[in-house]
């Protein structure tokens, strides 16, 4: 049976596989306030050619749209892959009570691996973070795309 962090983390995969279906980093997320879905996305940078268009960012204003309000007090994130800078950043701003994160980012994980920026104690706002939600099968999805990528490069050169 799973938790009800584990099944709204299901929905930000779903998220995740439409982006690996058209190509873009595999990143889903969901934005959920008293219970329901309030709004859903994936990465599109490629596709609309935007380095904003992470799946936290485009989740975030289509919560604000539907909401009526840049404050998304009362919400929680669930993303597969932990946010960046720029979007952790995003999350203080809108002031998401919570984020859920699946598969940590070495890279630019700013959530408590690089960094932690959406706890910053310096911030007027912090949110509460739960890492690792079906974190293995978020980081399988990102590993098996980038190693197609790969291939894929290696078979057109």
Known sequence: MLTEDERLMELAIAEAEKAEA???VPIGAVIVREGAVIAQSYNKRETIQKPTAHAELM???QASRKLGTWRLSGCTLYVTLEPCPMCAGAIVLSRIDRLVYGA????A???GTLMNLVQEDRFNHRAEVTAGVLGDRCSLMLTDFFRRLRE???KNK
Do not use: M
């Open 22 to 24: 058209i190509d873009e």
């Open 152 to 154: 894929n490069k290696k």
């Open 59 to 61: 989740a975030i204003e």
């Open 109 to 111: 994980g700013c959530a």
């Open 104 to 107: 940590p980012d070495p890279k």
